[in-house]
């Protein structure tokens, strides 16, 4: 995740996955391609040029082969070249994109080209792999914001505190625990309890925001999401 923003990027769905680099080139054969997407067991693939076998990218996507339309075509057209069958659509995200807001985007195409910031396609992402990676990876996320949103929503409903929003979590757990906070809050949660769980959690949210590291403990945000709901 970017270490300036607490907001996932495609790269970051790009690191969990670690997804290769499928694609044809405009002059390989219906055939080829056919057999190329069903060997890999997907329905949608870039077609190339200027593909740099070193690096494994290219600086050029000219359309995408599907295999649905092609399967239909191979008997009459199997050695034709699938330039002339491609769809030409540009279905291409920048690794620095914001994935909460291409979420969507991200499901309703086949297949998507993944850029660096030099504009060079190095990898392809499919709908299945995005839905693998919001089930492991942006479920701690949503945990972690919603329980620091929440304090943040406890301070400000039971004290003058007003910016809190660059307050780091340590900070803004502190005055949740001072006395004007939390006396006005008349909880019947043990204080011994949920001061500890919190500081665990504030812990995990600067592991996985600012250096990467998703091994959180889901049983415990989801526990202290639940406490402070009570």
């Given at each position: 995740m970017s270490e300036c923003s607490n907001i996932p990027t495609i790269r970051d769905l790009v690191d969990y996955i670690k997804p290769q680099f499928h694609f044809v080139t405009m002059n390989d054969s219906l055939n080829k391609v056919i057999s190329f997407m069903v060997s890999k067991d997907i329905g949608?693939?870039?077609v190339v040029s200027n593909y740099n076998k070193k690096n494994n990218t290219s600086r050029s996507i000219k359309g995408y082969a599907l295999l649905g339309s092609l399967a239909l075509k191979m008997n009459e057209h199997g050695d034709a070249c699938i330039k002339d069958f491609m769809v030409r659509k540009q279905w291409e995200l920048y690794d620095y994109d914001n994935i909460v807001e291409k979420i969507s985007v991200l499901f309703r195409k086949p297949v998507f080209c993944i850029k660096d910031n030099h504009g060079i396609v190095y990898t392809t992402i499919y709908p299945t792999q995005v839905s693998h990676y919001m089930f492991s990876f942006l479920e701690p996320y949503f945990y972690l914001m919603n329980i620091e949103n929440k304090i943040g929503v406890l301070i400000n409903n039971n004290?003058?505190?007003?910016?809190?929003?660059?307050?780091?979590?340590?900070?803004?757990?502190?005055?949740?625990?001072?006395?004007?906070?939390?006396?006005?809050?008349?909880?019947?949660?043990?204080?011994?309890?949920?001061?500890?769980?919190?500081?665990?959690?504030?812990?995990?949210?600067?592991?996985?925001?600012?250096?990467?590291?998703?091994?959180?403990?889901?049983k415990l945000l989801k526990r202290v999401w639940d406490l402070l709901n009570a």
């Open positions: 949608a693939c870039p004290s003058e505190e007003s910016n809190l929003s660059d307050l780091p979590m340590g900070k803004k757990i502190k005055l949740l625990f001072s006395d004007e906070v939390w006396n006005a809050l008349d909880t019947t949660i043990d204080e011994c309890i949920l001061k500890p769980m919190l500081d665990q959690v504030a812990e995990q949210r600067n592991r996985f925001f600012h250096h990467r590291n998703d091994k959180t403990d889901l």
